[in-house]
C-alpha cells in the first residue's frame, strides 16, 4: 500500500489545528497569534489540495469556498503582510496578490 506524501506546497501555517486555534467563533486574543482568524475559516473543514493546485490546475472551488468565508479579509491581510507566495488566500491566487501588492505601490 503506497502512502501519499504530502504536498510540498502547502505551508505549515495554512494548516489549521482545531485544538490550537479553538472553537469557531470564539477568537483568542490575535496579538498572541496572528493566525487565530483560522478558527473560523472555512477552509479549514475542505481539502488543502484544492487551496494548492499544482501548476494549472484549477482554483475555482477554493475560491467559491472563500467567496463564502466570513474571515476572507484576515486571511487576505495575513498572506499579503507574510508574502505567501504560494496557493489561494483571502480568494486570491499568487498571481492576482502579486498584482494587488504591484497597484498598491
Ligand atoms: S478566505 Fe479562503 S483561504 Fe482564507 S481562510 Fe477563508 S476559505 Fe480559507
Do not use: H
Not at 485544538?19 to 482568524?37: C, M, Q
Amino acid at each position: 500500500m503506497s502512502q501519499q506524501l504530502p504536498n510540498p506546497q502547502v505551508p505549515s501555517n495554512w494548516f489549521v489545528d482545531p485544538v490550537f486555534l479553538g472553537v469557531p467563533g470564539v477568537r483568542r486574543d490575535e496579538e498572541d497569534n496572528p493566525l487565530a482568524w483560522q478558527a473560523d475559516a472555512l477552509c479549514a473543514q475542505t481539502d488543502p489540495e484544492a487551496f494548492f493546485p499544482e501548476k494549472g490546475g484549477s482554483t475555482r472551488e477554493a475560491k467559491r469556498i472563500c467567496d463564502g468565508c466570513e474571515v476572507r479579509s484576515e486571511c487576505l491581510d495575513y498572506a499579503l503582510e507574510n508574502d505567501e507566495r504560494f496557493g489561494i488566500w483571502g480568494g486570491l491566487s499568487e498571481r492576482e496578490r502579486r498584482k494587488l501588492r504591484r497597484e498598491a505601490i
